[in-house]
């Protein structure tokens, strides 16, 4: 989650020594991972609830292929635009016009509710399911788009507490919800999806108070984000490439000889999935310590050579600080890279045998084997792509990420035919590739920064005019109660109480500024 810097560096600040320092990695751990920690906890929770009520083992594995279906294709479809609206939020603030976010939200969830309900309604009406399941899939569809989008945005409200918080008493309805209607004699798997629906809708509520409560009104039109469509399209076909690299390389062994058929058109490869699954909880050291390098040692390097630029440092005072910020980056990458590298090769090493127990054979060893690198990789990938970012290039991110979602998908074509012991080498190539392309793509480009800087940009800057942007103004043109979708909220009535605070505290300042103003040596 963006912003969470904000909050290490304080922590870094303060005096404590080691003390500060767990505490700053536990803050980063708890804000990035825990989230995805608590999901596959309830996952798992509920799955054991089933067991429990005598589900039998189809019933069990229905629930959980059909609910991670629903997490995997709502994120593929949302983090397409998620990484376009982040943009957007920051430049919003940047600007001060904080009044823009909230349509925005309801802007681009509008579209993903309908986009959604368009490919997932289609594709859930064709699956051999009762119609009760259905509905319910369907619901659970829409509020994960809903949940991935509030998330985005409540990145930059930076209350990470709140956020944990508000997952824990959601995920606490879904089991409590589930246990209660099982017990109450509704039918087993229709009491597990009903729960784990409430549990996100009181999540989308809990959220949704939050995001209310941050940002300001404005006037709603679902044509706000059109203008921005025409300068950052880039960064749409970026968050979808990401969000397909992350799971492409499944898609191709769910069609290969050792997929399972659950439902008639919902398929999985048990002994690929499950060992990705595993390989892909090996990566989380990695997230966290990229995110306090990034965040407290990089960015320092990245704001003095800015600010040499903004406030008059000679051509000699750039260079200095351009070279700087290159060692202060490989420098991190090299030292996350090295960490994780470790803990895949003690993964490798001393992780067999437990596996074993939990049903793991020799293939699914070798396979988990293969991916522990790849994921190893692959996140070097990510963390490259958003050091693109940082830069503005998003030609850059673009290719990148497009790269290892191309050729992750071809590469694991490719050892198909070559048996189960090969699944997996495609991806771990992928990122091995994409990652030499990347690392040698992003040394080139701080070598030119100044360039880039200094001559890459326009004389005089004019907003792109687009088809977007000619649609945005078309109706916007048509005035209120035409066409236009304006609506205007009221203020809630805590934004109400903190104005007048604010007003309160103005006039306090305004009499102390009088009475000092009148006394006179």
């Known amino acids: ?76 479809l949302s983090n397409t635009f998620l990484m376009f609206t982040s943009r957007y939020i920051s430049d919003s603030i ?12 309801f802007s681009i969830v509008f579209y993903l509710l309908v986009l959604g309900a368009l490919v997932a309604g289609v594709y859930i009406l064709l699956l051999d399911l009762r119609p009760v399941y259905k509905a319910l899939l369907f619901l659970q569809f829409e509020l994960m788009q809903v949940l991935w989008v509030q998330m985005s945005y409540l990145s930059a409200v930076k209350k990470y507490s709140k956020v944990l ?59 706000v984000l059109f203008p921005y469509l025409d300068k950052y399209k880039s960064l749409i076909l970026t968050g979808f490439c990401s969000a ?32 990705a699954f595993f390989a892909s909880l090996t990566i989380i050291p990695f997230l966290v310590v990229f995110v306090v390098a990034l965040e ?85 990938v990510k963390s490259l792509v958003i050091l693109m970012l940082y830069f503005d290039d998003r030609a850059g991110a673009m290719a990148t990420s497009a790269l290892f979602a191309v050729s992750s998908i071809l590469l694991s074509i490719l050892t198909l035919p070559f048996g189960i012991e090969a699944y997996g080498l495609g991806f771990l190539a992928a990122g091995a590739v994409t990652s030499a392309a990347g690392l040698f793509y992003l040394y080139h480009y701080i070598k030119r920064l100044e360039y880039k800087v200094f001559c890459r940009q326009p004389l005089f800057y004019e907003e792109p005019d687009g088809v977007f942007k000619r649609i945005a103004d078309h109706v916007e043109s048509r005035g209120p109660g035409r ?39």
């Open 1 to 76: 989650m963006a912003g969470v810097g904000f909050e290490l560096k304080k922590l870094f600040r303060k005096r404590g020594g080691y003390l500060n320092t767990v505490k700053a990695y536990a803050v980063t751990a708890a804000v990035t991972e825990g989230p995805m920690i608590l999901c596959i906890v309830v996952q798992f929770a509920i799955r054991l609830l089933l067991r429990l009520h005598g589900a039998a083992y189809n019933v069990q594995e229905t629930y959980l292929i059909t609910t991670t279906y629903v997490m995997i294709f709502s994120l593929l």
């Open 483 to 521: 066409g236009d979708f304006k609506a205007h909220y009221k203020p809630t009535w805590r934004q109400q109480r903190r104005a007048r605070r604010k007003q309160r505290a103005a006039a306090r300042r305004g009499r102390h500024s009088a009475a000092r103003g009148g006394i006179r040596p």
């Open 296 to 380: 407290v040692n990089f960015y320092k390097a990245y704001r003095s050579y800015f600010d040499t630029i903004l406030y008059g440092g000679t051509l000699e005072d750039i260079q200095v600080e351009n070279r700087n910020l290159g060692q202060t980056l490989f420098r991190e990458l090299a030292h996350v890279f090295e960490l994780q590298f470790f803990v895949e090769l003690l993964c490798i090493t001393f992780l067999g045998n437990f596996l074993r127990t939990i049903g793991f054979d020799r293939e699914m060893l070798i396979v988990f084997r293969y991916l522990c690198i790849g994921y190893c990789f692959f996140v070097l």
């Open 165 to 223: 918080v508000c997952f824990l008493i959601a995920y606490f309805v879904s089991i409590a919800s589930s246990m209660a209607l099982m017990f109450a004699g509704l039918e087993i798997l229709t009491a597990a999806y009903l729960g784990t629906v409430l549990g996100d809708f009181v999540m989308v509520v809990l959220y949704m108070q939050e995001l209310i409560d941050f940002f300001p009104s404005g006037p709603m039109s679902l044509v």
């Open 244 to 275: 397909l690299g992350l799971f492409g390389h499944n898609f191709v062994y769910w069609f290969s000889e050792y997929h399972t058929r659950v439902i008639p058109r919902m398929v999985y490869c048990m002994k690929y999935d499950v060992a």
């Open 94 to 105: 940047y600007e001060d016009h904080k009044n823009r976010i909230l349509p925005s939200f």
